[in-house]
């Protein structure tokens, strides 16, 4: 069975070199452990000790030294925007406040389609619209930083989180 054995940031290889593709919507992209299907027909596991989120442009280098291009297939999203930058940064504490996965653009935020979020947004007074576009939303503060030490924090709510 042919395995990844290293994941290669997005610009930190030449993407030229691709030997395959692995396309997959958000949801298939963030694992811990699976079978991947290439685009060739070929399958190879990924095994890693966290889960965490493929990134469009990512590499997975194999067992044997072929590289793998992870692309991030198109998926029905929202799109927030604002009147103007301050109010959009406002709507991005507001969708931050709730710890949803969010690609942040110049004038626009992606986030997954939630009727609830998008009746937030509309009370606070934001625009929502259906797009059908790859999403490849922020890592967080904490995602493969090398070296980052584990923590927890609590907003004094009863709201604990722990990151590791």
């Known amino acids: 069975m042919t395995r990844v054995t290293e994941i290669l940031p997005a610009g930190s290889w030449p993407a030229a070199d691709a030997a395959d593709v692995f396309a997959a919507d958000y ?14 027909g070929a399958k190879v596991l ?11 442009g990512d590499g997975l280098r194999l067992d044997d030294g072929r590289i793998v291009r992870v692309e991030a297939m198109p998926e029905d999203l929202m799109e927030v925007t ?6 959009l ?6 969708l931050g406040n709730r710890h949803l996965p969010a690609s942040i653009g110049e004038r626009c935020i992606l ?4 009727h609830v979020i998008a009746d937030m947004i509309h009370g606070l007074g934001g625009h929502v619209r259906t797009v059908r576009a790859p999403f490849d939303p922020e890592s967080g ?4 930083r090398a070296g980052a030490q584990a923590h927890s924090h609590d907003h004094g709510d009863g709201h604990h989180h722990s990151h590791d």
Do not use: F, I, T
């Not at 949801?27 to 060739?40: C, P, V, W």
């Not at 940064?89 to 507001?94: E, Q, V």
């Not at 986030?111 to 939630?114: A, K, L, Q, W």
């Open 27 to 40: 949801e298939g992209r963030h694992r811990r452990r699976m079978m991947l299907s290439l685009r060739s």
């Open 46 to 56: 990924l095994e890693l000790g966290h889960a965490r989120l493929l990134h469009e």
């Open 82 to 87: 604002a009147h103007d930058a301050l109010h």
């Open 89 to 94: 940064l406002r709507l991005a504490w507001h």
């Open 111 to 114: 986030v997954r389609h939630d």
């Open 141 to 144: 503060a904490y995602a493969g």
